[in-house]
């Protein structure tokens, strides 16, 4: 395993960016795709990469494609349910919520915020939404490093973004070509002709 024994913990959109990431060796011998799609999948298989039920309830929405579909069906019985975190989630959601952002959540008739709407966008954070469940995967196992390629880039959303909940929760965060390639720099040897 990599340096310290740390456990990766993937995000959503970094499952989806590793196709797209690679996107170029398929049209050519496949070869590094294959052994980097094997290497993920290894990973995942051991447990040293974590992928969360609500990651794969996500990932699972994705537009088919047949290498998405093809990790999908390998990744299902490896993914960790965190049920037992919704308590941490709540306070989570409370703690990074942006009342600043109500704004743009107005009835299209009166022009007022709406704060039915306000509570059915926070209820998604609790129901369907993975970034809350990942801090506080991270925060219950210090063990634990966050790998997503979501920016600090400010955002209309309710809740504060991962990253910066990250950073001020003090969880460690890296994105996927780092994770691979420096996090895994021992394992992952490639030589170019």
Do not use: W
Request: aromatic share 14%; net charge negative; hydrophobic share 35%.
């Amino acid at each position: 395993m990599a340096e310290d024994s740390k456990k990766l913990v993937i995000d959503n959109n970094s499952l989806v960016n590793f196709f797209n990431y690679y996107f170029f060796d398929r049209d050519y011998s496949g070869e590094i795709y294959k052994k980097l799609r094997d290497f993920l999948l290894d990973k995942i298989k051991s447990g040293e990469i974590i992928i969360i039920d609500r990651v794969f309830k996500e990932f699972t929405t994705i537009k088919s494609q047949q290498e998405i579909d093809e990790l999908r069906k390998y990744i299902k019985p490896f993914f960790v349910n965190t049920v037992d975190l919704i308590d941490d989630v709540q306070i989570l959601r409370d703690k990074y919520y942006k009342p600043e952002n109500e704004r743009y959540y107005r009835d299209q008739t009166t022009g007022k915020v709406d704060y039915n709407l306000i509570d059915r966008v926070l209820n998604l954070y609790l129901d369907k939404h993975a970034d809350l469940y990942l801090a506080a995967y991270c925060m219950a196992h210090s063990d634990s490093i966050l790998v997503t390629d979501e920016s600090f880039k400010k955002d209309n959303k309710l809740i504060e973004k991962l990253p910066t909940i990250c950073s001020k929760e003090k969880i460690k965060l890296i994105d996927l070509p780092n994770s691979l390639f420096n996090y895994y720099k021992d394992e992952l040897i490639f030589k170019l002709n």
